[in-house]
């Protein structure tokens, strides 16, 4: 698990804590309900024995013994049995209402749980993302988000009614005999410690059962994702073949975990069922010479005992039972704060940039200064590990307002990581990088991205319109005007005309239906409409026809006339023009100047010039 994650040792408590914060009057008016409805389900246990057998029945015995004509009350009779029937009519009722209060309150918490977990995920920084599976968050977003919601809608009622349950009857049996109840104590105690040691070795299959549904998901998104490529190079069997292997070794997992939570009723219920064969006997004997050893005990309390006894194993077993969502909600509540607690992307930047009649400039807030905008960009000694493995190695390099510099290298010698870099989509290990002299440290992040317009190879599709998909991330009022001017500029013109409603085209998830260059010409349009102060180009031109290549090519050019643009690529087409070329290898730069002075250099440029590298 990652270092800068901190996660508190009781997830389960702080979920409460949740539910408590917002909810204090309903969850109390909930817990009441069900103490109400405990004590007439409760009631259904003495009734025959200590209402209907001792009560009624054993004191017409005992009038008839003196009174052989004395006649049975029948009224007294009809007002026990109408004001029982109340009574569990209330019960009844009391417990219906606090299910939906906890039912309203679940719904209530978890939403807000979701909502969370949701902004937290935008505001994580993305070596989490890279560090962590897809499957592990979608997961916890969705799985562990709805075994938490079931968790408090159906669990919490049951073994909070169980608790209550459990704990008025011990109350209860005390009162009418403290013998037998301590014989029902020492069965209890026997089913407690049975499911304990199951739950135990339970805890370590769920937490086995997670982890593999996690990696399972992940697979599974990947596979759709990498639907093309997996035709293209005939991999379908060998994907099947892996994807049963992983789901294998889930279903073993999940059925050791289900195999000991299963054993949990069983055994309590046997437990429970040799509690009343020993309630019954040793009450009969209790019964029978109880008045010469001062031990008394009526019928209708050894009545009421067996009843007990049949039911005394059913609340401790519904808590046990449930032991596998208690299990599963810890599991999940721990992948859920695993996110939650970890570290915001780090943004203490201070200075912000603002346009003012077409101007930008720098605004430091903190002292209160204004500088304009100009764009000169500069590394300073730039170092990056990623995972203690090193990236970059004393980088070094001025971009001038307006140059077009281009990243060449093979690849993984560290082009992308630069622009990252750049970004502060990953922070430097040590060096320094500068805007206009100022350290990107002390900018704000959303005002240094929004300084950025980024045109990669692996395009982003979103399930909207192309309008939509076009204007994305602008964040300010369509400018239909300037969208026009976008799709025109980028080339895109006759490819929306072939959409069946042209701009309000909905577009799918991924692009689907689109061919590479349409949706690199939409990421032109993108930056064409957001108009930035700096164009990243990560292989703009890759997998695309020549014709779309040469409209690619003709956009870009276009768009970066009077625009600072940071190329990375392996086509000369695509650099042969630039200012500035930096030839990076292994993490360090080799070589830095125009083409022609690096052709004049003989060295690393022009060899990957003769090699066809570029």
């Known amino acids: 698990m990652p270092n800068n994650i901190k996660i508190k040792k009781a997830p389960i408590k702080r979920i409460f804590f949740l539910f408590w914060q917002s909810n204090k009057f309903l969850l109390l008016l909930g817990v009441s309900l069900f103490l109400v409805a405990s004590g007439g389900m409760l009631y259904n246990q003495v009734f025959i024995g200590k209402v209907i057998v001792d009560l009624i029945l054993q004191d017409y015995i005992n009038v008839t013994k003196t009174n052989s004509t004395a006649s049975f009350n029948w009224d007294f009779f009809a007002l026990v049995i109408v004001l029982s029937s109340l009574w569990f009519l209330i019960s009844v009722i009391f417990k219906f209402v606090g299910n939906w209060i906890l039912s309203l309150i679940t719904f209530r918490t978890t939403k807000k749980i979701q909502d969370d977990l949701y902004y ?81 070795r339970s805890k370590k299959a769920f937490a086995s059962e997670r982890k593999n549904n996690a990696i399972v998901t992940s697979f599974v998104e990947e596979s759709l994702s990498s639907f093309t490529t997996t035709k293209i190079f005939n991999n379908s069997n060998q994907i099947i073949d892996k994807y049963l292997k992983l789901n294998r070794e889930y279903k073993k997992v999940n059925c050791k975990s289900y195999k000991l939570s299963g054993m949990l009723f069983p055994v309590s219920f046997n437990i429970g069922l040799i509690c009343y064969g020993t309630i019954a006997v040793f009450g009969s004997i209790l019964f029978i010479n109880g008045d010469s050893a001062g031990l008394g005990l009526t019928i209708g309390t050894l009545v009421s005992f067996t009843q007990f006894s049949k039911s005394f194993a059913s609340p401790v077993s519904t808590i046990m039972m449930r032991a596998n969502d208690i299990l599963k909600s810890l599991e999940g509540s721990r992948r859920i704060f695993a996110i939650l607690d970890y570290q915001d992307e780090i943004d203490q930047g201070m200075i912000s940039l603002t346009k003012v009649n077409n101007q930008y400039y720098w605004i430091n807030q903190e002292v209160k200064t ?7 960009i500069e590394f300073e000694n730039v170092s990056f590990a990623y995972k203690e493995i090193p990236a970059l190695e004393n980088i070094t390099f001025k971009v001038m307002p307006g140059q077009k510099v281009a990243l060449v290298g093979k690849t993984g010698a560290g082009k992308t990581t630069i622009v990252n870099l750049l970004g502060r989509f990953y922070e430097v290990s040590s060096g320094n990088i500068f805007i206009d002299q100022i350290n990107i440290k002390e900018i704000k992040k959303s005002c240094l991205r929004n300084l950025f317009g980024f045109v990669l190879q692996d395009i982003q599709i979103f399930s909207d319109t192309l309008t939509n998909n076009i204007a994305y991330g602008t964040n300010l009022p369509l400018d239909r005007n300037l969208l026009t001017k976008a799709i025109d500029n980028s080339n895109l013109t006759r490819h929306v005309a072939k959409l069946p409603h042209g701009t309000n085209s909905y577009l799918t998830s991924y692009g689907l239906g689109l061919s590479q260059g349409q949706k690199q010409l939409i990421s032109i349009a993108r930056v064409n409409y957001k108009k930035p102060q700096i164009i990243i180009l990560d292989e703009a031109t890759s997998n695309v026809d020549s014709l779309t290549e040469l409209e690619i090519q003709k956009s870009m050019d276009d768009l970066a006339k009077k625009t600072t643009t940071i190329s990375i690529a392996h086509r000369l087409s695509t650099i042969i023009n630039s200012d500035l070329i930096i030839v990076i290898d292994q993490g360090k730069i080799l070589e830095q100047g125009t083409h022609n002075e690096l052709i004049s250099l003989n060295g690393k440029y022009k060899e990957m010039i003769q090699s066809s590298n570029l």
């Open 120 to 200: 937290k995920i935008q505001k994580l920084p993305m070596d989490y993302l890279n560090k962590e599976m897809k499957g592990s968050i979608i997961v916890a977003f969705n799985s562990d988000i709805e075994t938490l919601k079931g968790f408090f809608r159906d669990v919490i009622p049951n073994i909070l009614n169980s608790i209550l349950t459990l704990s008025v009857s011990i109350i209860i049996m005390f009162s009418l005999n403290w013998q037998l109840s301590f014989i029902m104590l020492g069965f209890l105690a026997l089913i407690i410690i049975a499911s304990y040691c199951i739950m135990k």
């Open 370 to 376: 204004i500088k304009p905008y100009q764009g000169l």
